[in-house]
């Protein structure tokens, strides 16, 4: 979902997060090391998964610690002169997170697949998110095709994949979801 703007330099992730923060033209922005990149907007499939995925977390995880975020909280991750802010399209933080516009700690980042989104969100993004320290699981979901691939840190980052009549098991919530619920408006 995210195409690069024309930009002459790089910019300061204090410049970006002071543009993208309260921005009242509502596009968000995506940062990677000085680099802006807008988002574009999600089809019904995509809205779908991830509203089925938010309200389940959501009604699990009330009355705990553990919060749910959807698409319009930031992940801020920052090693070195590494520096990135992503919109996943759900997260999920157990920790006391101290900004207001984005989380450095979530146990839980699920992003919808698009056919635009879909390399970026498998290569460059399983790979920075894999650097957050509190990450215990990864999920891509696609938005037309009854299949949910799983990275966990407890196995290196090797994918797991469920498909239609499965069950997955989100451990860093304990949440079981079966598939087929997330992707019934297919059938429908």
Request: aromatic letters at 8%.
């Amino acid at each position: 979902m995210a195409q690069a703007l024309s930009q002459p330099s790089p910019i300061s992730p204090e410049h970006y997060l002071l543009d993208e923060n309260d921005n009242p033209d509502g596009i968000r922005h995506e940062y990677v090391n000085g680099y802006v990149h807008a988002m574009a907007g999600a089809s019904r499939g995509h809205n779908r998964v991830a509203n089925k995925l938010a309200l389940r977390l959501g009604t699990h995880l009330e009355n705990s610690r553990c919060e749910v975020f959807q698409s319009d909280m930031k992940v801020g991750i920052q090693h070195k002169d590494d520096v990135r802010f992503y919109y996943p399209d759900i997260q999920v933080s157990c920790e006391e997170e101290s900004d207001a516009y984005y989380n450095t700690s979530p146990c839980l980042i699920i992003e919808v697949l698009s056919e635009s989104t879909a390399r970026k969100d498998r290569t460059e993004k399983l790979l920075a998110y894999q650097s957050i320290a509190s990450l215990q699981e990864y999920v891509l979901c696609s938005q037309d095709t009854p299949i949910v691939e799983v990275y966990r840190r407890r196995n290196h980052w090797q994918r797991e994949r469920f498909a239609d009549g499965e069950n997955l098991l989100l451990e860093s919530v304990d949440l079981t979801i079966s598939v087929d619920d997330l992707y019934g408006f297919l059938q429908a």
